[in-house]
């Protein structure tokens, strides 16, 4: 990946640390607007019983997805980075499965809320790992507490589906 950006970055990494790096924040950039958009259409889509409590549910964990998907964003910018954010990247870069308003009953869209997070969150596990053989402490950092929103996220769906 060549940037012509990272030299206007005064961050302490080399060029070749900071490529590396952009590269692991974009590949989860891509995973967690993905996020964002199937979290928001279970949002839509969720029906039954407990309607009204997963529709909320589920409009909170949209937003903390786009939180995160800005603070990824902020960090490739911040190293020099061009931001890629398109939609057909993101549809072939996204670790996600594809989300499917098949069946919207309560228990399958946490289902499928929950299989999304749990990808997304053991990505950033990947990239916490990722992030610190490259020598970026900060994206490291950025990471896991990245990871730890996540995993929470994940338990409030998975009691659903106890």
């Known amino acids: 990946m060549t940037n012509q950006n990272l030299d206007m970055s005064r961050v302490d990494l080399t060029d070749a640390k900071k490529t590396k790096v952009i590269g692991i924040l974009q590949h989860q950039l891509y995973t967690a607007i993905d996020l964002h958009l199937q979290l928001k259409a279970a949002h ?13 549910l589920f409009d909170d964990m949209t937003d903390k997805a786009r939180d995160w998907a800005d603070k990824l964003a902020e960090r490739i ?41 749990a990808e997304f969150a053991n990505g950033c596990r990947e990239a916490i790992d990722l992030s610190g053989k490259a020598g970026d402490a900060v994206t490291e950092d950025l990471f896991t507490g990245i990871a730890g929103e996540a995993d929470l996220q994940l338990w409030f769906a998975e009691a659903h589906l106890k």
Do not use: C
């Open 44 to 56: 839509w889509n969720v029906q039954g019983m407990h309607f009204i409590q997963l529709h909320e």
């Open 77 to 117: 910018a911040t190293l020099g980075g061009e931001v890629k954010a398109g939609t057909a990247d993101i549809q072939v870069n996204s670790q996600l499965q594809p989300y499917s308003a098949k069946d919207r009953s309560g228990k399958a869209q946490v289902t499928l809320v929950s299989n999304a997070l």
